[in-house]
């Protein structure tokens, strides 16, 4: 069926980096984004940065510039975020999502729909 | 502090209807689609509306989203226990450049 599956739980040390895996399956991979959303426990959601996998073009959003990185193994459906240099603040559920993001020409506007979501990665960071 | 406010908290009866507002700025809501998502406790986000008012496949008919200026709502009707989970909009803001989540409303169904 179409589902996204994420890798499993992670715990990191202040300083190191984190790369979270999430694999496509049920529909075409290369036809739709890549997005990677977090929330910290008890917290909202937060977006992190996108990727297209027909191409590996992507964005971050302002706060993760130059900390997150994220890359695709079409091969394998596969989509990586990579996030460097984590903190305790970075502890969180990490999930990707796939996307339908494009600017509509008739009215002017921006669309950034998650339609389907991988079942979250815990990652800790501690000391 | 989220830049798109949601009330914390909503809630009702079974059977009843609820809304939920979601308001931003035009740089934001004002001038992009806003899209909900139901978080069950637990589980991942789920689409519930796109593009300000339409439902993805699957999606009942009880859910419904509209837009008016800088706000956005989510309703809700003939409620259900299966209904209680955490709701979000969410929305691309142009001046941030930053896809914006409101801060989520928990909604109880009494």
């Known amino acids: 069926q179409v589902q996204l599956v994420q890798s499993g739980a992670e715990v990191k040390r202040p300083g190191a980096s984190v790369k979270v895996s999430c694999k496509a399956s049920g529909y075409t991979f290369t036809s739709y984004d890549i997005n990677w959303v977090r929330q910290a426990a008890g917290q909202g959601l937060e977006w992190m940065g996108w990727m297209d996998p027909n191409n590996g073009d992507g964005g971050s959003a302002p706060k993760f510039q130059g900390r997150v990185t994220v890359t695709r193994d079409t091969s394998t459906s596969t989509a990586y975020m990579e996030l460097n240099n984590v903190r305790s603040e970075d502890t969180a559920v990490y999930f990707c999502?796939?996307?339908?993001?494009?600017?509509?020409?008739?009215?002017?506007?921006?669309?950034?729909?998650?339609?389907?979501w991988g079942q979250g990665t815990k990652v800790t960071v501690s000391s | 502090q989220s830049v798109l406010t949601q009330p914390p908290s909503v809630s009702a009866a079974p059977g009843q209807k609820v809304t939920i507002s979601c308001s931003g700025s035009?740089?934001?809501?004002?001038?992009?689609?806003v899209a909900w998502y139901q978080q069950l406790p637990g589980t991942a986000p789920k689409l519930l509306i796109y593009?300000?008012?339409k439902r993805p496949s699957g999606i009942p008919d009880r859910f419904s989203g509209s837009k008016s200026g800088t706000s956005a709502t989510l309703g809700i009707t003939g409620l259900q226990t299966g209904d209680e989970a955490d709701y979000y909009c969410?929305?691309?803001?142009?001046?941030?450049?930053?896809?914006?989540f409101g801060g989520g409303t928990k909604l109880t169904v009494l």
């Open positions: 999502a796939r996307g339908k993001q494009d600017y509509d020409t008739l009215t002017g506007s921006y669309r950034y729909t998650f339609d389907l």
């Open positions: 969410g929305a691309w803001d142009g001046s941030l450049g930053d896809v914006l």
């Open positions: 035009n740089s934001n809501i004002g001038n992009n689609y």
């Open positions: 593009d300000n008012n």
